[in-house]
């Protein structure tokens, strides 16, 4: 460090405020979203159990994580993903429950059918298959990862065995998702708000 | 200043007033002069460093352990509190003069700061965003290195702008461009604080971007460009070594690096490509004409780096040569022969480079 004296504790204090602003600011984001987001809830695609809770996350799949040209017929801009792209993905509720893609394209959708909600995600791969009029999408929308504390992962992955997850997720206007929590076979398994 | 420079200068003085070059008054004035150019390094500052990493290290565990038995909030307070801290105690070292140690401080602040993203994308199950908590990592340790004119906390930012891109690149299998806007800032940085130790990163990943090219573009086969950028460059530190002889410090390092650029693209074109037959001579031969005139050049110009990377690469390119031609329509035999020709032109070379040298020094 090559700080004048007069200058040296300003210059810190400056950047400490900084750092925790921008900390803070991510909270804030987070907090806003789980709290102001539209929830909704998606079931967890069954995953092989052993791979479940291994590590101190959970990786969960979804339905609407592998898109095919079938969902997205009517849908002319659906070339446009490529990997690393954005992912705009409109689901519409299911009269049995859960939901269905409706929607999907590179760019945010121009019409929303009231009680539709639209997911914001990223392409991770666009693949055609031998079928030329067939094309599979893999997105992510960031919430496929759930952390859960140390050491309780065996328990929680017994308790999944045969049992019936789902995820209850929080999205922004914009499209953005956040986890808030689970549900396993009707229970819900929260975290408490930060604040 | 670095100390086997000190050392070297230290034994020579000593050898030139045992021969009666230099008087005492001389010697006293040089070993004064060198001792006061640049701030040792001293252990206690190397170790408070990586204490400072090792803490970061700790911290960075004990959070990936989703340390649950203590409130999120009270977790997301002890790490704030890690941060101003660690910036306390780098104010309090900085005012007692202990500026080496005072930047063991910033840094650690700066590891506590990556650690927090990740303790906050935890409690919220932010996944799969690993690349934009690094983006937003070394924009925090720009700041705080920029502003504190820290060069450890710098570099560290140079090696999480890497970190950054290498994340982008496994995500998206593309040239990570914005690279070169973090790669900037920080050469800018670096530059500002005329600190050679950073700048010499700043060339490494600079080196590594423009080979990870080769493997990116045109699905993976335009080594060609990345031999052909480091050629240019090495020609254009070349002109500059020529034209502004007083900036040969900073031509003679890039020389070295644009050096190892081009022969990593040449490398991997001649053997990893499966280049037919012809295409494989001639680019041995261009490649092998072009390393002997690195080394002569090199050695014209007393540049070590140059001229170990040339040795080192001329090495790799005879034994590799020598691997593809074992048992080839070539032969061992032609090979050999070829090799032959190549170091009698070393040898001459050489020669040349000696007399021209020695009738040099008789006529000064």
């Known amino acids: 460090m090559i700080v004048e004296r007069k200058w040296l504790w300003p210059l810190l204090g400056g950047v400490a405020f900084l750092q925790s602003a921008a900390l803070f600011g991510m909270v804030y984001e987070r907090h806003r979203l789980l709290k102001s987001g539209r929830e909704i809830t998606l ?23 592998t898109l095919t040209k079938s969902d997205t017929e009517s849908d002319p801009d659906y070339g446009g993903f490529v990997a690393g792209s954005d992912a705009f993905v409109t689901l519409a509720p299911k009269p049995e429950g859960g939901w269905t893609v409706a929607h999907a394209g590179s760019t945010y959708p121009s019409k929303v059918a009231p009680g539709e909600v639209v997911l914001k995600g990223r392409v991770l791969s666009a ?19 759930y952390f859960v504390p140390e050491g309780t992962g065996r328990d929680l992955e017994a308790k999944v065995r045969d049992h019936k997850i789902e995820a209850i997720v929080a999205v922004g ?10 549900v396993i076979d009707g229970e819900r398994h929260e975290d408490p708000p930060l604040l | 200043m670095w100390s086997p420079y000190k050392k070297r200068v230290l034994r020579d003085v000593d050898r030139w007033q045992s021969q009666g070059w230099l008087s005492d008054e001389g010697r006293t004035a040089i070993v004064a002069d060198i001792q006061s150019r640049g701030r040792d390094f001293n252990l206690a500052s190397a170790l408070g460093i990586l204490a400072s990493v090792l803490f970061g290290f700790a911290a960075i565990s004990f959070v990936a352990a989703h340390w649950e038995d203590v409130p999120r909030l009270a977790r997301l307070a002890l790490l704030l509190a890690c941060i101003w801290a660690g910036y306390g105690i780098a104010g309090w070292l900085e005012a007692r003069g202990h500026s080496l140690l005072a930047d063991a401080g910033v840094l650690f602040s700066s590891g506590m700061f990556g650690a927090s993203i990740m303790l906050i994308s935890q409690m919220y199950h932010i996944a799969g965003n690993a690349a934009d908590g690094v983006l937003f990592w070394w924009i925090g340790t720009l700041v705080a290195g920029v502003a504190l004119r820290s060069n450890p906390t710098l570099a560290l930012t140079m090696v999480l702008v890497c970190v950054w891109s290498f994340l982008k690149i496994s995500e998206n299998n593309d040239v990570h461009w914005p690279f070169l806007i973090g790669w900037g800032l920080v050469t800018v940085a670096f530059a500002w604080q005329r600190w050679w130790p950073g700048l ?13 090219i080769g493997y990116l573009l045109e699905s993976g086969h335009s080594h060609d460009l990345v031999a052909i950028v480091g050629v240019l460059a090495a020609l254009g530190a070349v002109a500059l070594e020529k034209l502004r002889p007083d900036l040969d410090h900073i031509a003679a390092p890039v020389f070295a690096y644009a050096v190892a650029v081009a022969y990593e693209g040449l490398f991997v074109l001649q053997f990893f490509e499966s280049a037919p037959l012809g295409r494989l001579i001639v680019l041995a031969v261009v490649t092998l004409v072009l390393l002997i005139a690195v080394i002569a050049y090199a050695m014209a110009q007393g540049n070590r780096g140059a001229l170990w990377i040339a040795y080192i690469a001329f090495s790799i390119e005879v034994l590799s040569l020598y691997g593809v031609t074992v048992g080839s329509i070539l032969g061992t035999s032609l090979f050999f022969l070829i090799a032959a020709v190549i170091v009698a032109a070393l040898a001459y070379a050489a020669l040349r480079l000696a007399r021209q040298s020695q009738s040099g020094g008789l006529a000064a």
């Open chain 1, 127 to 145: 693949w055609k298959s031998q079928d030329p009029a067939v094309t599979n999408v893999t997105v992510r929308y960031g919430i496929e990862q």
């Open chain 1, 173 to 182: 206007s914009d499209g953005g998702a956040a986890i808030k929590g689970l």
């Open chain 1, 43 to 65: 079931s967890v695609r069954p995953l092989d159990p052993r791979d479940l809770f291994r590590g101190d996350y959970v990786t969960l799949g979804y339905d609407i994580s």
């Open chain 2, 200 to 212: 010499h990163l700043s060339a490494l990943a600079l080196s590594l971007f423009i080979v990870s």
